[in-house]
């Protein structure tokens, strides 16, 4: 298991929820312009209007329609977030997509300080095109796109893959573990090798006052022999429920080092 799939799934309780995509028989609801802390099926977001989410749980597929917008905060969403010909898309602040991030010929779309558990893909669009502090566990695909691009501080367990963009994609401080292709080779980064000595000499995990989980010393079993990290984990609390606390690695740039 690659370090920091298993670092994501960290957690403290008798169980660990995962998302996973999956098909199911669900029923529409059209986006009112406001969601907050409820739950719905498959969630449409009609053309040329706009929809704001937060804390919203979406048990399936979100579908963007043409120039709408899509501000979304703190959600969970089973499926996929498909848009095509959409003004803006945006997924932020801790959100967690259980499928694909799809947006195309449309205009923008921002990924920020979210999990999504497959793919993102940004095809043709014109606007500003970004990927920041997330998680992504399949591959991102960037490709003719014409409004920029921004890629940086992700952890990537698939491929960075970019390909005529004009702009070509700035960025930087990206762990990815499989191929980074064409215009992103450069837009990599590595864990951290030399931590402050105190990340690996604490006696315990502790948890600080900002709710991070502080754990000295992981020992990881791998090909070449037994690796040691600490790590800082960021307190999940819209993944915590029944009593179970968990734990995420936010920014492995910043959050995970190797020990001596």
């Known amino acids: 298991m690659k370090l920091t799939t298993l670092l994501n799934r960290i957690a403290l309780g008798t169980s660990l929820c995962l998302l996973m995509p999956v098909s199911i028989m669900a029923e529409e609801i059209t986006c009112p312009g406001f969601l907050s802390n409820t739950t719905v099926d498959n969630l449409l977001v009609p053309a040329n209007s706009d929809c704001n989410l937060n804390g919203t749980r979406v048990m399936g597929t979100i579908t963007v329609e043409a120039n709408a917008t899509l ?115 450069q837009l990599s980064g590595h864990v951290t090798t030399t931590p402050p000595r105190d990340k690996c000499n604490q006696s315990h995990p502790s948890v600080a006052e900002d709710t991070n989980l502080h754990i000295p010393r992981v020992s990881v079993i791998t090909p070449s022999g037994v690796e040691v990290y600490w790590a800082t984990l960021r307190f999940a609390p819209e993944l915590s429920r029944n009593g179970n606390l968990v734990f995420e690695l936010a920014n492995p740039a910043t959050n995970l080092g190797r020990c001596d």
């Open 71 to 185: 501000n979304a905060e703190k959600i969970i969403v089973v499926g996929n977030v498909q848009a095509e010909n959409a003004s803006q898309v945006n997924i932020l602040n801790g959100s967690r997509i259980g499928g694909s991030v799809q947006v195309k010929q449309g205009g923008g779309a921002n990924v920020s300080d979210s999990f999504i558990d497959s793919d993102i893909q940004y095809d043709s669009n014109i606007s500003l095109l970004q990927v920041l502090r997330s998680t992504v566990g399949g591959n991102v695909q960037v490709v003719q796109n014409t409004g920029g691009v921004e890629i940086e501080g992700n952890t990537i367990d698939g491929n960075l893959q970019c390909k005529e963009n004009t702009p070509a994609p700035v960025g930087g401080g990206n762990i990815v573990q499989g191929s980074k292709e064409d215009q992103c080779r």
